[in-house]
């Protein structure tokens, strides 16, 4: 897919009734290629914005008619996800401050730095388009990018989705092999969905789960006496699904005496009962999966190769998510949409959150992800996740297991505690490393400056920062 939101030049517009401020910022501001329009008014910025989409507005807070407050609330109210960046005189942070908790994406206090400015547009302008993205992704995802539940606009699976097209109709045996954790199953029941069996029963069993004589009962069902507890005739849950279709997963842990069994059903559509000498005929499609490589199971003789062939008729390679880094994103919009509340209330992915999810290599594959992103909706404060909201299976939180007490307290009180303890070791671990950089730890947290004072504040780590920095060599004075 072309990446045709971010293709565009940025739209700019620097609202400031002081002429040399304006041609200062325009000079700047300059080395980003963006389209930059200027107005001496908020009267005139507004008019401007109700006719052209606008990317980033840089505005002093102090001036005549329309103050930058009450324009930065029009423009929150009107164009919701354009980035407002106040400017503002040394001696009126205060101000600066209402207008970060009234929607302001940041601050730059009068004279402003320009390696700063630089810093603050640049993101300003990356993260709305990033929303931009995630928002174009998600409407991909309900049209050309998903195919019943299963998500990817990497080509391996544009290929899946082709062939779950051309095969579904068929009664051919399917074989779908892939890691744990890729979604097998949603492949079989997409499979069954657009095959003329979607009116009737789909049954998934894991062959892994159940004992071999449990499994050989519940499939081809048992006559009375057929061994103890057999007390009336039981049909075989492969009788029950007729005119449906079968799923069996991880057939590679089957014993070769059920692969036997099995394979007579799979060749004769017909099952023999435990206790009966009469088969029973049946109608199914059978779908298999497994997590091995199944013809180097066949190779070691574990696996009967007769077998193999009747189910491999198709086969199907689902890629692990390692390989198909791309569909992060898509997918990570749809579990943020899956699992939130409620509309109102559903959260979105920072670009640092994002960069985590994509740097991470996800040995448990999409239902990883999925348990990630639902864990971090719930310790994620405000509307969007962090980077610091995160917690991959690589990382060990040691404070975890020592909370007790849990279980006396609601369980927002103890969320809340977790994720403080959380909080306070992942900064203080990053301000350790940064040497008590403000700046640079948040550019590595993907948070902006301050955000992370808010939370130093909250958790009280000043008193470590001070540290760190009385830790560092110092520069003799001349």
């Known amino acids: 897919m072309g990446n045709i939101v971010t293709m565009s030049k940025p739209n700019i517009l620097i609202v400031d009734d002081e002429p ?133 606009r990497n080509w391996r699976m544009q290929e899946i989705f082709e062939t779950i097209r051309k095969v579904a109709p068929s009664k051919a045996a399917v074989l779908i092999q892939g890691e744990s954790g890729t979604g097998k199953e949603l492949i079989a029941r997409a499979i069954h969905q657009h095959s003329p069996r979607a009116k009737n029963r789909f049954l998934g069993i894991n062959a892994a789960a159940l004992p071999e004589n449990l499994l050989e009962a519940e499939l081809f069902g048992y006559k009375r006496g057929a061994f103890t507890g057999a007390e009336q005739d039981k049909k075989g849950l492969l009788v029950q699904v007729s005119q449906g279709t079968v799923f069996l997963d991880e057939i590679g842990s089957m014993s070769l005496a059920f692969q036997s069994k099995l394979l007579r059903v799979v060749q004769e559509m017909e099952v023999i009962p435990v206790g009966a000498t009469e088969p029973v005929k049946i109608d199914v499609r059978i779908i298999s999966a497994t997590n091995t490589d199944l013809e180097k199971v066949v190779k070691a003789g574990t696996f009967r190769e007769d077998l193999y062939y009747r189910l491999n008729v198709v086969r199907i390679n689902v890629p692990p998510l390692r390989e198909r880094k791309e569909d992060v994103p898509l997918l990570a919009s749809h579990f943020l949409c899956k699992w939130s509340e409620n509309k109102e209330e559903e959260k979105g992915l920072s670009p640092g959150a994002l960069r985590r999810l994509m740097e991470y290599n996800w040995p448990g594959n999409v239902r990883e992800l999925e348990n990630v992103i639902q864990r971090s909706i719930l310790v994620a404060e405000g509307s969007e996740i962090q980077p610091a909201d995160i917690l991959l299976r690589h ?20 969320k809340e505690e977790v994720f403080r303890r959380f909080q306070k070791e992942y900064f203080t671990n990053l301000l350790q490393k940064c040497h008590g950089n403000i700046t640079l730890a948040a550019e590595k947290s993907g948070i902006t400056r301050t955000a992370l004072h808010r939370i130093i504040k909250k958790l009280g780590l000043s008193e470590e920062i001070l540290n760190i920095k009385d830790s560092l060599p110092q520069t003799a004075s001349r």
């Open 20 to 152: 040399d401020i304006v041609r200062g910022l325009v000079l700047v501001l300059s080395e980003l290629g963006a389209e930059m329009t200027s107005t001496s008014s908020g009267e005139q910025a507004m008019e401007y914005i109700m006719r052209n989409p606008v990317d980033v507005v840089l505005t002093d807070i102090r001036m005549p008619g329309i103050g930058g407050i009450s324009l930065l609330e029009k423009v929150k109210e009107f164009r919701p996800k354009t980035a407002v960046i106040v400017l503002t005189a040394f001696g009126s942070i205060e101000s600066a401050i209402e207008a970060v908790k009234k929607g302001a994406y940041h601050y730059l206090t009068k004279p402003f730095n320009n390696d700063e400015l630089l810093i603050v547009v640049q993101r300003a302008v990356q993260e709305k388009r990033f929303h931009e993205e995630l928002e174009y992704l998600r409407e991909a995802v309900n049209k050309a990018y998903a195919f019943e539940n299963i998500i990817g």
């Open 395 to 414: 990382e060990q939180l040691p404070w975890l297991a020592e909370v007790e007490g849990f279980s006396s307290v609601t369980y927002d009180q103890a």
